[in-house]
């Protein structure tokens, strides 16, 4: 926490309105991932402003440790990324200088989504970048191309972000009201609160015993799915190998 944002700088106060914005811009964060399948669960919201210069920041992390993202998880990131800015406009109808970052991170993503990973809708599986991810191997017109499909991309993370928050306007309030009044919620605190609120009971806690026949079962079923024969060749499929990488 203190690598990412720095230690917390309590002498540096805000302002009653810059506080507000910058609560509802975190829960905006927090609760488009609450509302996507695909995306990791939040572990701390705080608007307390950090020595590196965040004023607030919404963390996150996987349950468990992993090496590869699919395209789902891709997209759920995108969506996060876009909450903040998403709650803004529609909370106060403008926007602030605080969701730079995030626009950045997420420029990044969806670039590389459409140039290394092969996730791209108008380009498919075509490889546009070279010499380590640093000059692009296409013309300038594909160039051109490249960025109109990543701002698509992105228009549609920030219009996904603009919907979940609309649709849950009342519950994006009442945390954002809890946030300013105690500046920092622990994950635990807010799926609680995020459930009471959408009528959701809280899910039984899993035994460490249960949670392990759980993954045995899990990585039993993945062993099967790798080393299932190619029906259309006879050949056996090759496993991805531990090397893959995504950043």
């Given at each position: 926490?203190?690598?990412?944002a720095?230690?917390e700088?309590k002498?540096?106060i805000?302002?009653?309105k810059?506080k507000?914005?910058?609560?509802?811009?975190?829960v905006?964060h927090?609760?488009?991932?609450a509302l996507?399948?695909?995306a990791e669960?939040?572990?701390?919201?705080?608007?307390v402003?950090?020595?590196?210069g965040?004023?607030g920041?919404?963390?996150q992390?996987?349950?468990?440790?992993?090496?590869?993202m699919t395209k789902?998880?891709?997209?759920a990131?995108?969506?996060?990324y876009?909450?903040g800015?998403?709650?803004e406009?529609?909370v106060?109808?403008s926007?602030?200088t605080g969701a730079s970052n995030d626009?950045?991170?997420?420029?990044?993503i969806?670039?590389?989504?459409v140039t290394q990973?092969?996730m791209s809708?108008?380009f498919?599986?075509?490889g546009?970048?070279?010499?380590?991810?640093?000059?692009l191997?296409?013309?300038e017109?594909t160039?051109?191309?490249i960025?109109?499909e990543?701002?698509?991309?992105?228009?549609e993370s920030?219009?996904e972000?603009v919907r979940?928050?609309?649709e849950n306007?009342?519950?994006?309030?009442?945390?954002?009201?809890?946030?300013y009044?105690?500046?920092?919620?622990?994950?635990?605190?807010f799926?609680?609160?995020?459930?009471e609120?959408?009528?959701?009971?809280?899910p039984e806690e899993?035994?460490?015993?249960?949670k392990?026949a759980?993954r045995?079962?899990?990585?039993g079923?993945l062993?099967?799915?790798?080393?299932?024969p190619?029906t259309?060749?006879g050949r056996?499929?090759?496993?991805?190998?531990?090397?893959?990488?995504i950043?």
């Amino acid at each position: 926490e203190v690598v990412i944002a720095g230690k917390e700088k309590k002498d540096r106060i805000m302002g009653p309105k810059e506080k507000k914005m910058v609560a509802y811009h975190e829960v905006g964060h927090a609760l488009v991932t609450a509302l996507q399948k695909d995306a990791e669960p939040v572990q701390k919201i705080t608007i307390v402003p950090r020595t590196m210069g965040a004023l607030g920041y919404t963390m996150q992390g996987p349950e468990e440790e992993k090496f590869l993202m699919t395209k789902n998880e891709l997209v759920a990131h995108l969506v996060t990324y876009m909450g903040g800015r998403a709650a803004e406009e529609i909370v106060f109808d403008s926007v602030t200088t605080g969701a730079s970052n995030d626009i950045e991170q997420a420029t990044k993503i969806a670039r590389a989504m459409v140039t290394q990973y092969g996730m791209s809708e108008k380009f498919g599986l075509m490889g546009l970048v070279t010499d380590g991810r640093a000059s692009l191997n296409c013309g300038e017109e594909t160039a051109a191309q490249i960025d109109q499909e990543v701002m698509r991309i992105l228009k549609e993370s920030y219009d996904e972000a603009v919907r979940l928050l609309q649709e849950n306007r009342s519950i994006l309030d009442k945390i954002a009201q809890h946030l300013y009044e105690n500046e920092t919620i622990t994950g635990k605190e807010f799926m609680k609160i995020f459930r009471e609120l959408k009528g959701i009971p809280e899910p039984e806690e899993k035994t460490d015993a249960q949670k392990a026949a759980e993954r045995f079962q899990e990585e039993g079923e993945l062993s099967k799915e790798l080393h299932k024969p190619e029906t259309n060749q006879g050949r056996p499929s090759r496993p991805a190998g531990p090397e893959a990488e995504i950043q």
